[in-house]
């Protein structure tokens, strides 16, 4: 099995009540490599690498 980097794709959204929303990483990341993300007063950082993969650090 190959891993293939999501980055820039878009996947169909679930009807409503459905499911959970889906956002592409593109959507969130728009362009830039690193968003820092606050959750409860908390940052959280959500970084692309060089390989195409998510890393989330607090």
Same mark, same amino acid.
């Given at each position: 099995?190959?891993?293939? %980097?999501?980055?820039?794709?878009?996947?169909?959204?679930? %009807?409503?009540?459905?499911? %959970?929303?889906?956002?592409?990483?593109?959507?969130?990341?728009?362009?830039?490599?690193?968003?820092?993300?606050?959750?409860?007063?908390?940052?959280?950082?959500?970084?692309?690498?060089?390989?195409?993969?998510?890393?989330?650090?607090?």
């Amino acid at each position: 099995m190959q891993d293939t %980097p999501m980055v820039g794709s878009s996947l169909e959204a679930s %009807p409503a009540g459905s499911g %959970p929303r889906v956002v592409s990483s593109a959507d969130l990341l728009d362009g830039s490599r690193e968003i820092i993300i606050r959750h409860v007063g908390e940052d959280y950082r959500l970084r692309l690498t060089r390989a195409g993969k998510l890393i989330l650090n607090k």
